[in-house]
């Protein structure tokens, strides 16, 4: 079941930065998307997996950051394993820790485990870490398949998520 999440209102949030890494988690924040805008999750021969609807929306955030004055690239890869921040390797951390300190601010477009992770990879960092998106709840979809291999989701129902305040993992 994947989060619903809406996108946050970034712009005052990296007020004063002069350039933003954009972390983006391809599979929550892309069905949200898919499902508020109605279009296709995967368009499989039109853009393989990336989902229209949000990459749209992360070139259109880079646009209006651009128009503010700030810098914004896409940490981004090709390959499916590594799009969902909250499943990275510890070279993918690290990846990130090392690209971002090139930047002063780091967007993450997912949930708050994907912020998370951005967090801890980013400890010996000095990068503001700003979270673009909130998790309205947890999403139940029934997916349909249409010729020729396009998926799409349909929102069935919507579980609210209370926050809580984090817990140390003790294993």
């Known amino acids: 079941m994947p989060f619903y999440l809406k996108e946050a209102d970034v712009l005052p949030r990296v007020a004063g ?3 933003v890494l954009i972390v983006p988690c391809r599979f929550c924040p892309a069905a949200s998307m898919a499902v508020r805008e109605k279009k296709p999750y995967i368009q499989l021969f039109r853009h393989f997996l990336r989902t229209e ?7 259109d955030l880079r ?3 651009r128009d503010e004055g700030i810098e914004a690239v896409v940490f981004d890869s090709k390959l499916p394993h590594k799009f969902l921040p909250c499943m990275w390797t510890t070279g993918r951390r690290r990846e990130l820790a090392k690209r971002a300190a090139e930047f002063d601010g780091v967007v993450v477009l997912g949930c ?3 912020g998370e992770v ?7 960092a000095d990068c503001r870490v700003i979270q673009g998106m909130d998790v309205e709840g947890i999403m139940s979809v029934v ?3 249409r010729f020729p291999f396009n998926i799409s989701l349909t929102m069935q129902g919507l579980t609210p998520v209370e926050m809580q305040e984090p817990r140390a993992f003790v294993a």
Not at 53 to 59: K, L, N, Q, T, V
Not at 118 to 124: D, F, G, L, N, Q
Request: charged share 25%; aromatic share 8%; hydrophobic share 40%.
């Open 63 to 65: 646009g209006r950051l």
């Open 17 to 19: 930065l002069s350039s």
């Open 143 to 145: 997916p349909t398949l």
């Open 112 to 114: 708050d485990a994907a």
């Open 53 to 59: 609807a949000y990459e749209s929306f992360i070139r």
């Open 118 to 124: 951005v967090r801890t990879a980013m400890e010996s």
